[in-house]
């Protein structure tokens, strides 16, 4: 089944503690990108890898970093997480144009 | 940059009605995606419409890209539908989707 996966579904940590959101898909697709949703504000872009080892900023990419080794991962990382990152995180694999959303992570930081 | 606008913000109706969902943007785009986000906060994707018309079901999208909006139409509705439908455009050549705040449509039984 084509499908964008993510790990954690639900994370709560504290400020400062490093922390890994993994994303994978089983799509070939050569474009993956990350969007955090926030209420009020909808759903903007963080970072986005043309393929791999090439990745660029998105809207919103201060506190974040990515990496792009495989074309099958495009792991989110948080160096020292603060309040304001607690939001819903969702990774995306595109195809065509066409965006295939994983099922999302929420992320407290206490 | 591109703004998206949708409306309404919020629709209520009952189960079996129909309605239209609306969505502007401001600047040419290359790709326009309606998807549907459900309680459990998945986002689905509904119809990948740059241009023309699709069916899909009771759901069916218009886009008049030379006028800049879009149009989802559902018909006969169902509790199910319940949730919230994002429009959202790319401004680049791949998925730099730029989304509206979407509409909030709640369906009562």
């Known amino acids: 089944e084509a499908q964008v996966t993510q790990n954690p579904r639900y994370l709560i940590t504290v400020t400062g503690k490093k922390l890994t959101v993994t994303c994978s898909q089983n799509m070939n697709h050569e474009y993956m990108s990350w969007y955090r949703q926030d209420p009020g504000l909808g759903l903007r872009q963080i970072y986005y890898s043309m393929n791999v080892e090439v990745t660029d900023k998105g809207d919103v990419p201060e506190g974040y970093k990515v990496s792009r080794k495989e074309k099958r991962n495009f792991p989110l990382i948080l160096e020292s997480p603060s309040p304001n990152q607690t939001s819903l995180y969702f990774c995306a694999s595109t195809s065509g144009g066409i965006q295939f959303f994983g099922p999302g992570t929420r992320l407290t930081v206490l | 940059g591109i703004q998206v606008e949708q409306s309404p913000p919020d629709l209520i109706l009952q189960e079996g009605a129909n309605s239209t969902l609306r969505c502007n943007f401001s600047?040419?785009?290359?790709?326009l995606q309606w998807f549907h986000q459900n309680p459990w906060g998945q986002l689905i994707n509904l119809f990948y419409i740059p241009s023309g018309t699709k069916q899909n079901g009771r759901l069916s999208a218009t886009t008049v890209a030379t006028e800049r909006y879009s149009l989802l139409y559902i018909s006969s509705s169902q509790t199910t539908d319940s949730g919230v439908y994002f429009c959202?455009?790319?401004?680049?050549?791949?998925?730099?989707?730029?989304f509206g705040k979407g509409t909030k449509l709640s369906v009562k039984p």
């Open positions: 959202a455009v790319t401004r680049g050549s791949q998925g730099n989707l730029i």
């Open positions: 600047d040419s785009v290359n790709n």
